[in-house]
């Protein structure tokens, strides 16, 4: 396989008017939501498609130098020209030449991200395929994906109670949301969680806030008491309590607590995610946009798959062609037992609308009762619309602010 063409879209949704989230010391605003929709194209004319990582642009911005139109000229530009002259005969001849070109960690494993997912999508359409076989190294018929309603940002603990009380009732089994109200607040909140949802559903805390807030960051004490306060109420895990690549509080947290802890999505590079996997994490959440696409993120699934303490369970947050490409990657683990299914939408149970998340594809999916069937066409096993390109272009600017009070 020889790639004669690498587009990158960088695309917007806007969220009119823009709506204000009130966290502990300031104030959240969303004023839209940003998507890379990745295009490779080989010498023979066969298309793969991939999906970026979308920059946050948010809060105290945790990496430097990776806006999205210096991804997309790099894609197009530099990584473009080192393959082009490559005959590709495996994924890792698309991550070997890419590291020839000296990139900055996280670059680097976003841009051997997309391209490895584009290939293994065409890959699949050339075999007659799904990726999922291509992956696993047996056969694999899977069956629907249990997802985890992923929801809940800065809103008062009633609001959360309400969300997780609606997602139940649509079939989900599962619900993540996102604290930072405060020490207090938060305790509040999962509380009443548990008291909307009783035994009917797992429950898990994003809790990424909590190190971003400046001066009003938890203190690791903080967390500790937060920790142990909030055993009571029986989270599934505590997602990014402490700050990413800070092996070391991972580790004295998880001396301190009983709670499941989780992370990885943060993570510049496939190795930063097997060094968390170290750490007494019990759930790794690694994820193909950022960790170096499905052969980054497999080298991850096969180090959690003969462990009893740590399993890897994917980060997924955008479109549903990043729903698709990391549920490929879940149905051929060997014990991966649930997939992030992020709920965009005006009602009760979504976040804010970000009707592009649907958009990109042609394809209805089948999500009911909380699952998902995986598409068994050949690649992605998805149509992507490139009509998106024209219906939702870049708008300049953060796509999030965080305002603090002073």
């Not at 003969?306 to 399993?311: A, I, L």
Request: charge should be negative.
């Amino acid at each position: 396989m020889r790639l004669s063409e690498v587009t990158v879209h960088t695309l917007s949704s806007p969220i009119e008017p823009s709506q204000e989230r009130r966290f502990h010391g300031g104030v959240r605003r969303l004023h839209k939501r940003d998507f890379v929709l990745v295009r490779v194209e080989t010498a023979d004319g066969e298309v793969g498609y991939a999906p970026g990582a979308a920059t946050s642009s948010a809060m105290r911005e945790y990496f430097d130098g990776t806006a999205h139109d210096d991804f997309a000229e790099l894609v197009e530009g530099r990584v473009r020209d080192a393959l082009a002259g490559v005959d590709i005969e495996a994924p890792e001849d698309v991550a070997e030449t890419v590291r020839d070109l000296g990139l900055p960690t996280k670059l680097e494993s976003e841009a051997i991200g997309v391209i490895d997912v584009a290939y293994y999508d065409i890959l699949g359409k050339r075999l007659g395929a799904p990726v999922y076989a291509l992956l696993a190294d047996r056969e694999v018929d899977p069956d629907p994906l249990e997802l985890y309603a992923s929801a809940g940002m800065y809103m008062e603990p009633e609001g959360y109670a309400e969300q997780a009380r609606v997602l139940r009732d649509r079939g989900f089994g599962a619900y993540k949301y996102r604290p930072g109200l405060g020490v207090e607040a938060d305790e509040r909140t999962l509380r009443l969680v548990r008291e909307a949802v009783g035994d009917d559903m797992d429950v898990m805390v994003d809790a990424h806030t909590w190190w971003k807030l400046g001066d009003r960051s938890y203190g690791f004490e903080q967390v500790v008491e937060l920790l142990d306060a909030s055993g009571a109420h029986d989270p599934y895990w505590i997602e990014e309590p402490v700050e990413p690549a800070d092996y070391d509080a991972y580790e004295r947290l998880a001396e301190r607590t009983g709670l499941p802890l989780a992370g990885g999505e943060s993570e510049e590079s496939v190795e930063g995610l097997l060094r968390l996997a170290e750490t007494g994490v019990s759930y790794l959440q690694g994820d193909t946009r950022h960790h170096a696409g499905f052969t980054g993120c497999w080298r991850a699934v096969e180090a959690c798959a003969d462990r009893e303490d740590v399993t890897f369970v994917p980060h997924n947050f955008g479109t549903q062609l990043g729903l698709v490409t990391n549920a490929h990657l879940v149905a051929a683990s060997p014990e991966s037992p649930m997939l992030e299914y992020p709920v965009f939408g005006e009602d009760r149970g979504g976040m804010y609308p970000f009707p592009l998340a649907e958009d990109v594809l042609r394809d209805e999916l089948t999500v009911e009762n909380g699952t998902f069937e995986v598409p068994d066409g050949p690649g992605l096993g998805v149509e992507v619309n490139e009509n998106v390109v024209e219906e939702y272009p870049y708008i300049e600017g953060a796509w999030t602010e965080f305002v603090y009070d002073d």
